[in-house]
């Protein structure tokens, strides 16, 4: 081959390392200006100049590589071995495309750049035992200078190409059918590198020109590629208009709908989920992603929750504490406690949809309290009873008492004969109530005084009042529902007189209103009375604004949503706030919210039944106990014949 004159010029640098300056960002309302990050390898250098003496070329020859060595010109001549992972999968594929330029040294030639490929080529040779050759350029040999700068400039100022750079080529050989791993294959680089080029040559055009133009950041960049076409559509909308266009984490946030909950926090199977799921290529691991619809990931989240607290409990732990969502406990107000000494389970739960299970921990005022019972050495079954917090709070059970109380007096007055019974009971045996004066219904919550007042219960009891009163020619104490000390304000004479005027059938009314207004709001007492004229609970109070203000424990509300949904429904909102809880509770009694088919607006908690049941514990739900202390007690006696008769009799009158 005839000798060429051959100038040896550097590859050209990236992008960023060319420009003197950045270029001025595009200023909008709202719009931060970004200047364009620098490539993944770090600070690049500054370009240096071509050599003063351009090195030439007097042959191009292929060259053994037996023949090859590192010349001392070479700038890492005499270094540790080169790092060849990421070339030598294309080496050992197909050989090197770009020549080794080296020089004719003693009997063979020394390389001056292109170290690297020269190491890949020998193991090449050592691993397949075959002989292998390199592309060469051979320079003319005395010129020492030119071959330094030559080394410098192939191992100082080449730069990998930038990701843009790389877009168009990587594009086109995928649309061709290549398939990221072999791209790797052939361009010596990690198949994980490739996929994020493809997946940035698959971002908008015009995303792409901001990014070209330094007008946003490479992270913004990098998160557009989580982005289907439509979000990246509408966020070139944003950048055009007015409004602000979010970039860096905003944009992440953004894409994610507010919360970026990784793949990585999910209890379930991520096969079966039916939501959709956005790649992550640029982050810490390979092949992370998530979740687009953070509430959708919640409903499935909180039912795989459900299921290990469920599944906690079959173990064994009596008390799963699932917390609110963002809540943790106060690690300094917790001991350890062993499962049978009545240690307890908690559920932890991060906004990021993290899930942390702590097995067997307490209160340290609980503990304290266990301790101060039993012997420290004591493991009798005493010690393994759990500290369990009351079903009702005492305003909830306040709130629940005077709504009993006011649907069994309204219902006591259909049953006139058990309201004389009562009557010569309370004559008898006596109350702290048989003064006589009314029963006072108000409360220390004022929303539980007027729910009261309100009641069906209290305004059918105040119409008979009323017309008992106006029959009479009685005059009540005003206000009523304040303390009045006795039911009527008439002197005794007077009202005795009237009364003489009456036939039996009305004295037995105000008899009966008698007994109403004074009878006592005490469980056992309401309760006796209710199990035996079974007053029709969800006619006279349906759940209102006051109840649901005060009803706070959790675990109740999650089995209330078991009532009305079913479990699949209550454990999809398992670790939402009791707000929320409540907010799903309500909307499940009203038609115009979920539709007349799913809506259940008859439905009462067991608390409100005309036969009061519990949730949790019945020695910690005052009416339910009440109630089944009553049931045994009366079972013995045929107490609802008169109630049962009465109400026949009532039947008949109304057919007549």
Known sequence: MTAQQVKIRPQKAAKTASKSAP?????????????????????????????????TVEAVQVID?????????????????PDIADIYPSVLASGVNQ???????????????????????????QETGEVVTAPCLVMQSGDDLAALEASLLENVARLPSTELEQLAAFKALAGAGETAKSIAVTFGLTELRVKRVLALADVHADILALYEAEEISQTSLRYMTMATKEQQAAWLELW????????????????????SIATSAALFDLSDYPGNVISDLFGREEGSGYFQDADLFWTHQNRAIAEKADALRAKGWADVVILERGKSLDSWDYGDRERRAG?????????????????????????????????????????????AKPEMSGPVAEYVRLHRHAATIATL????????????????????????EPQKTTSRKDGTTESVA????????????????????????????????QLAANPFTEVFASLLAQDDATVMRVMTLAMSLTLCADEDIVETVA???????????????????????????????????????????ISETGTKQKAALRNRLDPDVVGKDTAQPDWRPRWMQTVPTHYLDRATCPPAGAAAEVAKALAEHKTSEIAQRETASKGKSKAA
């Open 23 to 55: 270029k001025t960002a595009k200023t909008k309302p709202g719009k931060a200006a970004h200047p364009k990050p620098k490539t993944t390898t770090g600070e690049p250098p500054k370009r240096l100049p071509a050599p003063s003496r351009p090195a």
């Open 65 to 81: 590589v037996a023949k090859l060595h590192v010349s001392k010109l070479n700038m890492r001549h005499g270094a540790d071995a």
């Open 99 to 125: 020549s080794l330029l080296v020089r004719k040294e003693d009997k063979g030639y020394g390389v001056v750049a292109g170290r690297r490929r020269l190491f890949a080529l020998r193991r090449k040779a």
């Open 240 to 259: 055009r208009g007015e409004d602000y266009a979010p970039q860096e984490s905003y944009l992440k946030e953004w894409l994610t709908g507010g919360a």
């Open 343 to 387: 240690g307890k389970v908690f559920i932890e739960v991060g906004h990021d949809g993290s899930v942390r299970i702590r097995e067997g921990l307490l209160h340290k005022a609980d503990i304290a309290r266990i301790d101060a019972i039993i012997r420290p050495n004591d493991t009798s079954a005493k010690a393994e009873a759990s500290m």
């Open 413 to 436: 007055l259909d049953h006139p004969g058990v309201a004389l019974r009562l009557a010569v009971t309370h004559m008898l045996v006596g109350s702290y109530r048989w003064t006589v």
């Open 454 to 485: 309100l009641s069906q219960g209290a305004v059918r009891l105040a119409e008979e009042r009323r017309a008992v009163f106006d029959l009479l020619g009685l005059k009540a104490e005003d206000p009523y529902y304040g303390e009045p000390k």
């Open 531 to 573: 199990t035996t004229i079974q007053p029709d609970l969800a006619a006279l109070w349906s759940p209102d604004d006051a109840f649901f203000d005060i009803l706070r424990d959790k675990r109740v509300i999650n089995a209330m949503l078991k009532d009305i949904g079913g479990k699949r429904f209550a454990d999809g909102l």
